[in-house]
């Protein structure tokens, strides 16, 4: 299938990117908040599961090509060719990338870069503590993720209370839980119940935002899933399911992407509305995706390859490993997905760029620009 073009917003997006950290003095003097926490999966994962022994290489992403343009043309555990989300909108804040992964910290070493940040995504996790353990074996659940934090916040006593409140929590998951459920049985029952499952998945978040509260936090930036069904790894699902949408993504999948929405905004202006100083910021990463793929306008070096995988060209048969043997495209920048599940460095930074910036078109009710200066 031919590849479909994205709007020409992509390189401008970077440029106007790097335009805003130089702007916030991003990497000189101080951050605009103490630290940043991040709590989630693959999409923000910087290394975590690098360190789980029994983690399997599907959920890993410590070996080549990964991180092939990153500033050390190494794999890093990222699941991108380069910076991720969390990266993208940790530059901006003032840091040189995303905190380390936790694991990656020696026990004596994790209170003191509790005062900048700890990142504890966990690649193939989702907010069902059972997400990601039959592919990947072993991961850091969501529960895993906030009773290691929990665990830290204790172990600093009072001294916490202030530097978490003032921090950022960042955190993007959920999209595991939907790859799970509609590859399963679920989507092929005719009794299946997609209103419940979701309301189990806002649940699911809301008991983790409550616990984090708990634990002082008090500005929340969530990312909902995107419209997973156009991952080129759920595009052959959708054709195979015979269940396509005018994307040509699975048609399903997506449909749940944008309910989920819906009913995340709707339960974080019930729980901030219940809890004391809690402030939020919330991107539709639906929207953002449908702008991209309605669009008509493409132009030279701009994201325009948005079926197929840079690594591998996991397209419509099926998503193929992206490894040292798989064949590589020569123009990231020009690729929405890097791999058959994730998105490129590009595609990363016009997410970052809208959670940053947006007036009201995909983040509600203010952008995270707002929501640290607070």
Same mark, same amino acid.
């Given at each position: 299938m031919a590849a479909r073009h994205g709007g020409a917003f992509a390189l401008v997006a970077l440029c106007l990117l790097e335009l805003a950290l130089r702007g916030a003095g991003a990497g000189d003097g101080e951050p605009l908040v103490p630290a940043m926490f991040v709590f989630g999966d693959s999409t923000v994962d910087v290394g975590n599961n690098n360190f789980l022994p029994g983690c399997s290489a599907d959920c890993r992403a410590n070996y080549a090509r990964y991180g092939v343009d990153y500033p050390s043309h190494a794999p890093t555990g990222r699941f991108s060719n380069g910076y991720n989300l969390a990266d993208h909108i940790a530059r901006f804040l003032g840091f040189a990338e995303s905190p380390p992964a936790y694991g990656s910290l020696p026990p004596e070493g994790i209170i003191g870069q509790m005062r900048s940040g700890i990142n504890f995504a966990s690649g193939g996790s989702g907010l069902q503590d059972l997400t990601g353990k039959a592919l990947c074996g072993q991961v850091h659940s969501m529960s895993d993720q906030l009773d290691m934090f929990a665990s830290v916040v204790q172990m600093m006593g009072n001294c916490s209370s202030d530097l978490v409140s003032r921090s950022l929590v960042f955190i993007s998951v959920g999209s595991n839980d939907l790859f799970e459920y509609v590859g399963g049985n679920a989507t092929s029952c005719p009794n299946r119940n997609d209103t419940a499952f979701l309301r189990g998945l806002v649940a699911a978040y809301r008991g983790y935002l409550q616990e984090l509260y708990a634990a002082g936090a008090r500005k929340f930036?969530?990312?909902?899933? %995107? @419209?997973?069904?156009?991952?080129?790894?759920?595009?052959?699902?959708?054709?195979?399911?015979?269940?396509?949408?005018?994307?040509?993504?699975?048609?399903?999948?997506?449909? !749940? %992407?944008?309910?989920?929405?819906?009913? !995340?905004?709707?339960? @974080?202006?019930?729980?901030?509305?219940? @809890?004391?100083?809690?402030?939020? %910021?919330?991107?539709? %990463?639906?929207?953002?995706?449908?702008?991209?793929?309605?669009?008509?306008?493409?132009? /030279?070096?701009?994201?325009?390859? !948005?079926?197929?995988?840079?690594?591998?060209?996991?397209?419509? !048969?099926?998503?193929?490993?992206?490894?040292?043997?798989?064949?590589?495209? /020569?123009?990231?920048?020009?690729? @929405?997905?890097?791999?058959?599940?994730? /998105?490129?460095?590009?595609?990363?930074a016009v997410a970052a760029l809208a959670l940053l910036a947006d007036s009201g078109r995909y983040v509600h009710p203010i952008n995270i620009t707002r929501l640290a200066a607070l």
């Open positions: 930036s969530i990312v909902s899933p %995107s @419209l997973v069904g156009c991952c080129p790894s759920q595009r052959s699902a959708g054709w195979l399911k015979d269940d396509l949408d005018g994307y040509y993504c699975f048609g399903t999948a997506n449909s !749940l %992407s944008r309910q989920l929405y819906h009913m !995340l905004l709707s339960m @974080l202006q019930d729980l901030s509305a219940g @809890l004391a100083g809690m402030n939020f %910021s919330i991107c539709d %990463s639906a929207a953002m995706a449908d702008s991209v793929f309605n669009s008509t306008v493409s132009a /030279p070096n701009t994201m325009k390859v !948005l079926d197929t995988g840079c690594c591998g060209g996991a397209g419509i !048969l099926g998503p193929a490993k992206c490894d040292k043997l798989a064949t590589l495209c /020569p123009n990231r920048a020009a690729y @929405l997905f890097w791999d058959g599940f994730h /998105p490129t460095e590009t595609a990363s």
